[in-house]
T-cell receptor, first 111, second 116 residues
């Protein structure tokens, strides 16, 4: 069975600073994908970034990058130059036929 | 709007009543998923369909829960004899068929259920 672990229940970060959200995963599949989603207080799940297990380079999408360390089974999300609008819940996830989520990290950006 | 849509967005019901939620997936997506999310937790998988076939059901989906996707397009999730523990947000998601399991899943805005 696949499992996602997010060990940071909450984080407070000063605006404009970079922030790293931790994620470790456990899977026996040789091919897998890792995702990060953002969930603001409105409730919608917003797809941020995806990393395939065979991708040679770390994924980047604008201010988001995924620090993928396969040997350590970690897929940390890095948000550069944080903004007030980044305050939200962030979920790391993996997928076989369905997405399996971690418990999430609540990020607070301070002005 | 061509995203996943859910209806109703909010529902307050008395304990013991039945409720039904509807999900319209992205039109070209043939996989449809239902999740449940309680406050402060990550979404928990309930069930998913490929076209009209229900391929997997979580043990979280008790006998009071039933999901259908009769024509392989929209889906409904019905909860019978609601209990206070059913209060949660019910999320629907859709994706294209999974080639190597790597296609992105897109979520709707969720349906909030409060059982009083």
């Amino acid at each position: 069975a696949q499992k996602i672990t997010q060990t940071q229940p909450g984080m407070f970060v000063q605006e404009k600073e970079a922030v790293t959200l931790d994620c470790t995963y456990d899977t026996s599949d040789p091919s897998y994908g890792l995702f990060w989603y953002k969930q603001p207080s409105s409730g919608e799940m917003i797809f941020l970034i995806y990393q395939g297990s065979y991708d040679q380079q770390n994924a980047t999408e604008g201010r988001y990058s995924l620090n993928f360390q396969k040997a350590r089974k970690s897929a940390n999300l890095v948000i550069s130059a944080s903004q007030l609008g980044d305050s939200a819940m962030y979920f790391c996830a993996t997928r076989d036929d369905k997405i399996i989520f971690g418990k999430g990290t609540r990020l607070h950006i301070l002005p | 709007d061509t995203g996943v849509s859910q209806d109703p967005r909010h529902k307050i019901t008395k304990r013991g009543q039945n409720v039904t939620f509807r999900c319209d997936p992205i039109s070209e997506h043939n996989r449809l998923y239902w999740y449940r999310q309680t406050l402060g937790q990550g979404p928990e998988f309930l069930t998913y369909f490929q076209n009209e076939a229900q391929l997997e059901k979580s043990r979280l989906l008790s006998d009071r829960f039933s999901a259908e996707r009769p024509k392989g397009s929209f889906s409904t999730l019905e909860i019978q004899r609601t209990e206070q523990g059913d209060s949660a947000m019910y999320l629907c998601a859709s994706s294209e068929p999974s080639g190597q399991g790597l296609d992105t899943i897109y979520f709707g805005e969720g349906s909030w259920l409060t059982v009083v």
